[in-house]
């Protein structure tokens, strides 16, 4: 299976944000990246593929070439909202890398990048295959943010 299906959480740092094991997942903070990949990305599996840079997430991230830089960006304006009823909201300025060409870019991680384990956060697939030749590849973000959690069973 190539790059998961559908858009997801990383079990494994949910779990560890619930049980206190890893405090250090703010989602407030501009630390977290967002790396690219291509659609040739091997057989994933979001609870037991934790991180950026372990298997299958250490292959077929988008070549280090003009515009891209190994690891992805930064997310920036990063804010972590309580809403209404229960919902919480993750959100971030859109992402983009100018001047770049690269092809077949199925999808993004994001990743904590201030932790020594490059912790998963979430697998965005494209849903299809996406280039830019001599131009800007931008991640526009959801009007209502990167993900919402809705805290009411």
Do not use: C, K
Request: hydrophobic residues 50%; glycine residues 10%.
């Amino acid at each position: 299976m190539p790059f998961p299906t559908a858009s997801g959480f990383f079990v494994a740092s949910m779990v560890d944000m619930f049980d206190a094991t890893q405090l250090a997942l703010d989602f407030d903070l501009d630390t977290h990246r967002a790396a690219l990949f291509t659609d040739a990305l091997g057989a994933t599996d979001l609870v037991t593929n934790t991180a950026y840079g372990v298997a299958p997430w250490n292959a077929n991230e988008v070549p280090n070439a003009t515009g891209y830089t190994t690891g992805g960006n930064l997310l920036t304006g990063t804010t972590y909202v309580a809403g209404a009823a229960g919902a919480t909201t993750f959100d971030a300025a859109d992402t983009s890398w100018a001047a770049s060409t690269f092809s077949a870019v199925r999808g993004t991680l994001i990743y904590a990048d201030v932790l020594a384990g490059n912790n998963g956060i979430l697998a965005v697939t494209f849903g299809a295959d996406f280039a830019v030749t001599a131009g800007t590849f931008t991640i526009q973000w959801n009007a209502s943010g990167i993900f919402t959690i809705d805290w009411i069973p």
